[in-house]
């Protein structure tokens, strides 16, 4: 038998895997591809400007997408967004052609050996599809963080793999990544940074905080924070499906996102974050939006967004009118109290009167002066000089408001 030997490079279509956590906008850089279509096979496109076909109910339906696409010759990007929730749906139909409830119950791990190989003969159909299509193909994916131990090495480790099946995810996610010509990983840069006068670090924080909240028996421990790494949207996280803040969590994610006018990424369950851990009360940790993108920003009101979660939390509409306290007469202040300060908080909010129950003031209420020294929330930065002009009961009057004289000190 005679062969025929060929030299250089093959130039085909490239298989791409994209995989890292939620939100950091891997469907964004998927779109950057040549001329995508999107089989969204979680919603993750909704509110990207993209060519999509409909999202797949069934394992079938997404073989017919994959080959729809390529036989129409409809793209030169196929995107498969993401590959995990995919997985969904073959575990769905392995479960229904069986007749069972659930991948478990084939019984001795079998249902992870059928879904392994269900799951070769789909990446299988894709290089087919590239063939027939002349078409990329681009996986995204989720991470998670495994423990990993080097056969020639003591001691285990974290890593981060391809978020599929428990019992399968490493052999579908090396089963994966051999099918593709290019494996991507995407992840946030951390920058830690002390954000108190007691803890020397992150964790002495977390640990303050928790510890603080463990000091009280209450119902319910909320944790607020202002999310960013590419992303759009709010999104609350609790310990686990089961927590009992978890009807909170959905009040919360969703007032919020009808509220303001932003995404609804919905509640997801996260075992890494210390203070859903360690705190004795349930507990949610509520991402109200990302702070880095021009949707949210636009669409963000501090005080829209406090009633919404206060709503959600309690389960019924309040009054959003706050009664600001009735003014108490000016104290007499020494020349020496007053004069040039400089703020020792990350922010500071400046309101309307001297105290918490005024309202806090907007960027575009500040001085020009203040607004070149402000986040875009109006809350001024670490490091701002002020000039305090009075000084009543605790507050000092600056030129753009109100501020805490907690966070000042004297220049």
Not at 14 to 25: A, D, F, M, N, T
Not at 256 to 284: D, M
Not at 321 to 334: D, E, F, L, R, Y
Not at 345 to 357: E, F, N, Q
Request: with cysteine; aromatic share 8%; glycine share 8%.
């Amino acid at each position: 038998m005679n062969f025929e030997i060929t030299s250089g490079i093959n130039d085909k279509p490239l298989k791409v895997v994209v995989y890292g956590p939620e939100g950091i906008g891997k469907s964004t850089f998927a779109a950057q591809f040549p001329n995508p279509l999107f089989i969204d096979t979680e919603g993750s496109t909704d509110f990207m400007n993209v060519r999509r076909l409909p999202k797949p109910t069934s394992y079938e339906m997404l073989k017919e997408e994959v080959m729809y696409a390529a036989k129409n010759k409809l793209c030169k990007t196929l995107v498969i967004d993401s590959i995990d929730w995919g997985e969904r749906l073959i575990i769905d139909h392995i479960c229904q052609k069986a007749g069972l409830k659930g991948i478990e119950d084939f019984g001795y791990g079998n249902g992870y050996v059928y879904l392994e190989e269900e799951e070769g003969r789909f990446l299988n159909l894709l290089e087919e599809a590239r063939s027939i299509g002349n078409m990329a193909i681009v996986l995204t994916a989720h991470s998670q963080i495994r423990k990993f131990e080097e056969p020639n090495q003591t001691g285990k480790y974290d890593r981060y793999e391809l978020k599929l099946g428990k019992k399968t995810g490493g052999k579908s996610s090396g089963l994966i990544r051999e099918w593709a010509d290019m494996v991507l990983f995407v992840n946030y840069q951390t920058f830690v940074s002390e954000v108190d006068d007691n803890g020397k670090d992150q964790n002495s924080n977390l640990k303050a905080i928790v510890s603080k909240c463990n000091d009280h028996k209450v119902d319910l421990d909320v944790s607020i924070h202002l999310n960013a790494g590419g992303g759009t949207g709010t999104e609350v996280y609790i310990y686990s499906d089961n927590s009992k803040s978890k009807d909170e969590a959905e009040r919360i994610a969703k007032n919020i996102s009808n509220t303001l006018g932003i995404r609804n990424r919905g509640v997801k369950v996260s075992k890494n974050l210390y203070v859903l851990r360690k705190t004795n009360s349930p507990a949610l940790l509520i991402e109200c939006c990302f702070v880095d993108n021009a949707t949210d920003k636009a669409h963000w009101n501090a005080d829209k967004c406090a009633k919404a979660i206060v709503e959600g939390i309690l389960n019924k509409s309040i009054n959003g009118h706050v009664n600001a306290p009735t003014p108490s007469k000016p104290q007499t202040n020494a020349s020496s109290q007053l004069g040039t300060y400089v703020i020792t908080a990350s922010s500071l909010i400046v309101r309307t009167g001297p105290g918490t129950g005024y309202r806090r003031k907007k960027k575009s209420e500040l001085t020009a002066n203040a607004r070149e020294h402000a986040t875009f929330t109006g809350a001024l930065k670490n490091g701002t000089r002020v000039t305090v002009k009075e000084i009543r009961d605790g507050w000092a009057r600056i030129p753009s408001g109100w501020v805490s004289m907690e966070y000042l000190k004297k220049a």
